[in-house]
């Protein structure tokens, strides 16, 4: 790992998960490239690309499985912005056979609840705002329909 993903991955703040990339996105889904001296344009998004340092872990009952029987497609979760930039997640988790509870389910993730296209830390942060204005304001502010 670089220096510069490791910082990110600090940043980041997932225990037991890397940062592998990062790559910038515009509204449209093409990547830009970051040109020494030059600002990326404040639509650009961040999408952190990661990875899990452990095993497995079911996201059910909680225990480790290192059972995969799904490698699933990337997903992306939104996150906070991250210096007032849009930030997104990707990752292409697995479903994991637990012996335990004897189910399959996509594994445990740190930032995200299963079925969620976001972060929890981002839903608490929507959730602040709405106690504070309208729900119109806060999907207009995101945007978020
Ligand atoms: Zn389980």
Not at 56 to 84: F, M, Y
Request: aromatic content about 8%; hydrophobic content about 40%; some cysteine.
């Amino acid at each position: 790992m670089s220096q510069r993903t490791k910082m990110i991955a600090e940043i980041w703040g997932y225990r037991g998960w890397n940062v592998t990339s990062v790559t910038y996105e515009r509204p449209d889904g093409r990547i830009v490239t970051l040109i020494e001296g030059f600002l990326l344009p404040a639509d650009v998004k961040i999408v952190l690309h990661v990875e899990r340092r452990w095993t497995s872990r079911c996201a059910n009952c909680g225990a480790i499985t290192s059972k995969v029987h799904e490698q699933l497609k990337a997903r992306r979760w939104r996150d906070l912005p991250w210096a007032g930039r849009e930030a997104e997640i990707e990752y292409a988790p697995v479903r994991v056979a637990c012996k335990r509870c004897k189910t399959t389910n996509v594994e445990l993730l740190a930032w995200a609840d299963p079925y969620q296209r976001q972060t929890q830390r981002y839903q608490q942060h929507l959730a602040l705002e709405t106690a504070s204005m309208p729900v119109q304001h806060v999907a207009a502010l995101h945007g978020l329909d």
